[in-house]
């Protein structure tokens, strides 16, 4: 499990639905919720998590996607496995993982050192705990 630290900037909620903003390492996230857990406020500080195989990679991305997490970040390490890569992703002070198709990292030509858009649907996101 990837753990961002990140602090509340915005919450809207209707009826059990919840869209809570974010600013992670100076870039907005979005996270969708059914029943919120966790008692937010703006300006709280909480840890999310998302799984690495929840972490979609793009290169050269150009166009617009529906998907609301889309964060800049350099590839750190790759290591590709016989059937799925793992992909080191350094975002400030941050370090995620990525597990994509060894497939996927080939076809996309993936190096040390090249800029990519990690990809995380706001419904794949969740708040681990408030810090």
């Known amino acids: 499990m990837n753990c961002l630290k990140a602090q509340v900037t915005d919450i809207k909620s209707l009826d059990n639905l919840t869209v809570v903003s974010f600013d992670f390492e100076g870039q907005p996230m ?3 919720a059914l029943e919120l857990n ?26 617009q996607l529906s998907i609301s997490n889309q964060l800049t970040c350099t590839i750190e390490q790759i ?7 793992s992909v080191k992703l350094r975002i400030g002070s941050h370090l995620i993982e990525s597990i994509i ?28 705990e408030e810090i």
Do not use: H, Q
Request: charged share 20%.
């Open 30 to 32: 979005r996270m969708v």
């Open 38 to 63: 966790t008692p937010i406020t703006i300006g709280s500080r909480v840890k999310l998590g998302v799984k690495a195989t929840n972490i979609a990679l793009a290169k050269n991305l150009d166009g």
């Open 79 to 85: 290591n590709n496995g016989e059937l799925l890569s």
């Open 101 to 128: 198709t060894r497939e996927s990292s080939l076809r996309m030509n993936l190096k040390t050192g090249d800029i990519v858009v990690a990809l995380i649907k706001a419904s794949e996101l969740s708040i681990i």
